[in-house]
Protein backbone atom coordinates (compact mmCIF):
# COMPACT_ATOMS: atom_id res chain seq x y z
CA UNK A 1 0.00 0.00 0.00
CA UNK A 2 1.47 3.45 -0.61
CA UNK A 3 0.46 6.55 1.11
CA UNK A 4 0.45 10.42 0.19
CA UNK A 5 -0.34 13.91 1.68
CA UNK A 6 0.19 15.49 -1.34
CA UNK A 7 -0.96 13.06 -4.04
CA UNK A 8 2.28 13.91 -6.18
CA UNK A 9 4.54 12.06 -3.66
CA UNK A 10 3.83 8.42 -2.31
CA UNK A 11 5.65 5.84 -0.13
CA UNK A 12 4.72 2.60 0.95
CA UNK A 13 3.89 0.78 4.03
CA UNK A 14 3.59 -2.64 5.64
CA UNK A 15 0.66 -3.71 7.50
CA UNK A 16 2.01 -6.84 8.38
CA UNK A 17 4.33 -9.37 6.74
CA UNK A 18 2.48 -11.92 4.63
CA UNK A 19 -0.76 -9.54 4.62
CA UNK A 20 -2.34 -8.63 1.35
CA UNK A 21 -4.60 -5.58 1.35
CA UNK A 22 -7.54 -5.07 -0.49
CA UNK A 23 -9.43 -2.31 0.44
CA UNK A 24 -8.68 0.42 3.83
CA UNK A 25 -11.11 2.73 5.69
CA UNK A 26 -11.18 5.33 7.38
CA UNK A 27 -13.25 6.74 10.16
CA UNK A 28 -13.18 8.13 13.65
CA UNK A 29 -9.51 8.49 13.98
CA UNK A 30 -9.00 4.58 12.99
CA UNK A 31 -7.87 3.43 9.53
CA UNK A 32 -8.59 0.29 8.67
CA UNK A 33 -7.65 -2.81 6.43
CA UNK A 34 -9.07 -5.58 5.24
CA UNK A 35 -7.15 -8.22 3.53
CA UNK A 36 -5.96 -11.85 3.27
CA UNK A 37 -3.08 -14.10 4.46
CA UNK A 38 -1.83 -17.23 2.91
CA UNK A 39 -0.72 -19.44 5.53
CA UNK A 40 1.71 -21.99 3.93
CA UNK A 41 1.47 -24.09 6.92
CA UNK A 42 -1.11 -25.14 9.05
CA UNK A 43 -1.61 -23.21 12.19
CA UNK A 44 -4.02 -22.88 14.57
CA UNK A 45 -7.72 -23.63 12.85
CA UNK A 46 -6.03 -23.34 9.50
CA UNK A 47 -5.16 -25.71 6.80
CA UNK A 48 -2.14 -25.45 5.09
CA UNK A 49 -2.28 -23.51 2.12
CA UNK A 50 -5.22 -21.92 2.67
CA UNK A 51 -5.93 -18.15 1.87
CA UNK A 52 -7.79 -16.77 5.44
CA UNK A 53 -9.63 -12.74 5.66
CA UNK A 54 -8.01 -10.75 8.36
CA UNK A 55 -8.67 -6.88 9.34
CA UNK A 56 -6.04 -4.85 11.04
CA UNK A 57 -6.57 -1.17 12.75
CA UNK A 58 -4.43 1.66 13.05
CA UNK A 59 -4.22 5.20 14.30
CA UNK A 60 -1.67 6.21 11.80
CA UNK A 61 -1.92 5.01 7.95
CA UNK A 62 1.84 4.29 8.28
CA UNK A 63 1.46 2.60 11.28
CA UNK A 64 1.63 0.58 13.86
CA UNK A 65 -0.90 -1.88 12.62
CA UNK A 66 -2.70 -4.28 14.80
CA UNK A 67 -4.57 -7.17 13.83
CA UNK A 68 -8.19 -6.96 15.66
CA UNK A 69 -10.19 -10.12 13.59
CA UNK A 70 -9.45 -13.21 11.64
CA UNK A 71 -11.93 -15.34 9.66
CA UNK A 72 -12.93 -18.28 11.55
CA UNK A 73 -12.98 -20.67 8.04
CA UNK A 74 -10.83 -21.33 5.46
CA UNK A 75 -10.89 -20.44 1.89
CA UNK A 76 -12.25 -16.84 3.12
CA UNK A 77 -11.77 -13.51 1.09
CA UNK A 78 -12.76 -9.85 1.80
CA UNK A 79 -12.88 -7.58 -1.03
CA UNK A 80 -14.73 -4.44 -0.18
CA UNK A 81 -14.38 -2.76 3.60
CA UNK A 82 -17.13 0.47 4.06
CA UNK A 83 -18.18 3.13 6.96
CA UNK A 84 -21.50 4.02 6.76
CA UNK A 85 -24.19 6.25 9.60
CA UNK A 86 -26.30 3.26 9.41
CA UNK A 87 -29.77 4.02 11.67
CA UNK A 88 -27.97 6.72 13.54
CA UNK A 89 -24.95 3.95 14.51
CA UNK A 90 -21.38 4.03 13.38
CA UNK A 91 -21.25 0.61 11.16
CA UNK A 92 -18.71 -1.08 9.42
CA UNK A 93 -18.93 -3.60 6.65
CA UNK A 94 -16.81 -5.71 4.83
CA UNK A 95 -18.17 -8.17 2.42
CA UNK A 96 -16.37 -10.99 0.28
CA UNK A 97 -16.65 -14.68 0.00
CA UNK A 98 -16.46 -18.01 1.12
CA UNK A 99 -15.54 -20.75 -1.62
CA UNK A 100 -17.15 -18.65 -3.91
CA UNK A 101 -20.55 -18.29 -1.51
CA UNK A 102 -21.27 -14.66 -0.57
CA UNK A 103 -20.03 -13.16 3.09
CA UNK A 104 -20.13 -10.42 5.11
CA UNK A 105 -19.81 -8.92 8.55
CA UNK A 106 -20.41 -5.88 10.09
CA UNK A 107 -18.75 -3.88 12.94
CA UNK A 108 -20.78 -1.11 15.69
CA UNK A 109 -17.89 -0.70 18.11
CA UNK A 110 -15.29 0.52 15.43
CA UNK A 111 -14.07 -2.90 14.43
CA UNK A 112 -13.13 -4.41 18.12
CA UNK A 113 -15.93 -6.85 17.13
CA UNK A 114 -17.14 -8.58 14.19
CA UNK A 115 -20.73 -9.88 13.40
CA UNK A 116 -21.36 -11.97 10.38
CA UNK A 117 -24.23 -11.18 8.56
CA UNK A 118 -27.01 -14.17 8.17
CA UNK A 119 -27.21 -13.53 4.19
CA UNK A 120 -29.71 -15.25 2.18
CA UNK A 121 -28.44 -19.10 0.44
CA UNK A 122 -27.24 -19.41 -2.83
CA UNK A 123 -25.75 -15.63 -2.94
CA UNK A 124 -22.84 -15.52 -5.04
CA UNK A 125 -19.39 -13.85 -4.11
CA UNK A 126 -20.14 -10.42 -2.69
CA UNK A 127 -17.63 -7.80 -3.98
CA UNK A 128 -19.27 -4.35 -3.48
CA UNK A 129 -21.77 -2.93 -1.03
CA UNK A 130 -23.14 0.66 -0.10
CA UNK A 131 -26.01 2.19 1.96
CA UNK A 132 -28.57 3.60 -0.28
CA UNK A 133 -31.37 6.52 1.16
CA UNK A 134 -34.91 6.23 -1.05
CA UNK A 135 -36.94 8.50 -0.19
CA UNK A 136 -35.98 8.50 3.24
CA UNK A 137 -35.72 4.88 3.96
CA UNK A 138 -32.26 3.21 4.41
CA UNK A 139 -30.95 -0.14 2.17
CA UNK A 140 -28.13 -1.83 1.42
CA UNK A 141 -27.41 -2.61 -2.05
CA UNK A 142 -24.85 -5.75 -2.93
CA UNK A 143 -22.92 -6.07 -5.83
CA UNK A 144 -21.98 -9.74 -6.42
CA UNK A 145 -21.26 -12.38 -9.80
CA UNK A 146 -23.69 -11.00 -12.48
CA UNK A 147 -26.02 -9.76 -10.04
CA UNK A 148 -27.23 -6.74 -7.45
CA UNK A 149 -29.36 -7.44 -4.42
CA UNK A 150 -30.83 -4.89 -2.10
CA UNK A 151 -32.16 -5.60 1.58
CA UNK A 152 -33.56 -3.49 3.71
CA UNK A 153 -31.62 -4.03 7.24
CA UNK A 154 -28.55 -5.96 8.45
CA UNK A 155 -30.84 -8.61 9.18
CA UNK A 156 -33.11 -8.62 6.70
CA UNK A 157 -32.97 -12.51 5.12
CA UNK A 158 -35.18 -11.97 2.05
CA UNK A 159 -33.31 -9.71 -0.39
CA UNK A 160 -34.41 -8.21 -3.56
CA UNK A 161 -32.43 -9.00 -7.36
CA UNK A 162 -32.15 -6.29 -9.72
CA UNK A 163 -31.81 -7.42 -13.32
CA UNK A 164 -27.94 -6.88 -14.37
CA UNK A 165 -25.91 -8.57 -17.63
CA UNK A 166 -24.99 -12.21 -16.24
CA UNK A 167 -21.28 -11.50 -17.59
CA UNK A 168 -21.04 -8.23 -15.35
CA UNK A 169 -19.26 -8.24 -11.83
CA UNK A 170 -20.18 -5.77 -9.65
CA UNK A 171 -17.13 -3.90 -8.47
CA UNK A 172 -18.49 -0.95 -6.42
CA UNK A 173 -21.72 1.25 -5.96
CA UNK A 174 -22.28 4.45 -4.90
CA UNK A 175 -25.36 6.83 -4.02
CA UNK A 176 -26.40 10.24 -3.59
CA UNK A 177 -29.96 12.25 -3.34
CA UNK A 178 -31.69 8.99 -4.66
CA UNK A 179 -29.31 8.41 -6.98
CA UNK A 180 -27.42 4.99 -7.59
CA UNK A 181 -24.50 4.39 -9.75
CA UNK A 182 -22.94 1.03 -10.01
CA UNK A 183 -19.57 0.04 -11.88
CA UNK A 184 -20.18 -4.14 -13.26
CA UNK A 185 -16.78 -4.50 -15.43
CA UNK A 186 -18.30 -3.77 -18.79
CA UNK A 187 -20.61 -0.85 -18.03
CA UNK A 188 -22.03 1.68 -15.48
CA UNK A 189 -25.98 1.44 -14.23
CA UNK A 190 -27.48 4.29 -13.50
CA UNK A 191 -31.34 4.45 -11.16
CA UNK A 192 -33.07 7.36 -9.29
CA UNK A 193 -35.35 4.73 -7.99
CA UNK A 194 -33.25 2.06 -6.51
CA UNK A 195 -35.07 -0.39 -9.12
CA UNK A 196 -35.11 0.75 -12.90
CA UNK A 197 -31.48 0.65 -14.26
CA UNK A 198 -29.86 2.00 -16.87
CA UNK A 199 -26.49 1.24 -18.71
CA UNK A 200 -23.49 3.29 -20.12
CA UNK A 201 -20.47 2.19 -21.91
CA UNK A 202 -17.64 3.03 -23.86
CA UNK A 203 -15.97 0.64 -26.02
CA UNK A 204 -12.69 -1.29 -24.62
CA UNK A 205 -13.14 0.87 -20.98
CA UNK A 206 -13.29 -1.57 -17.92
CA UNK A 207 -15.16 -0.12 -14.84
CA UNK A 208 -13.49 -0.61 -11.26
CA UNK A 209 -14.62 1.83 -8.82
CA UNK A 210 -16.18 5.30 -8.70
CA UNK A 211 -15.50 8.04 -6.75
CA UNK A 212 -17.84 11.07 -5.97
CA UNK A 213 -16.13 14.37 -5.72
CA UNK A 214 -17.81 17.25 -4.37
CA UNK A 215 -17.65 20.67 -6.60
CA UNK A 216 -16.96 23.07 -3.74
Known amino acids: TAVSSDLINFSTINVSDGFGITDIGYNNGDWVAIGQRIYTTAYGPYSANTEV ?6 PSVSGPWEMIWSHPNNNSRLHQ ?3 FNYGGIGTWIACGEINSQGDAWYSLDDGATW ?3 QI ?3 IPRIIS ?7 GNEYLYWGCNGAVYRSTSLI ?3 WTQLSINPIDTVTDIISDNNSLIIAATNRLYTSQD ?6 WDFPGYKFDRITKIDNN
Open 53 to 58: SQIYRS
Open 81 to 83: LKW
Open 129 to 135: VEQVNLN
Open 115 to 117: TQI
Open 194 to 199: GFYLKT
Open 156 to 158: DQN
Open 120 to 122: PSN
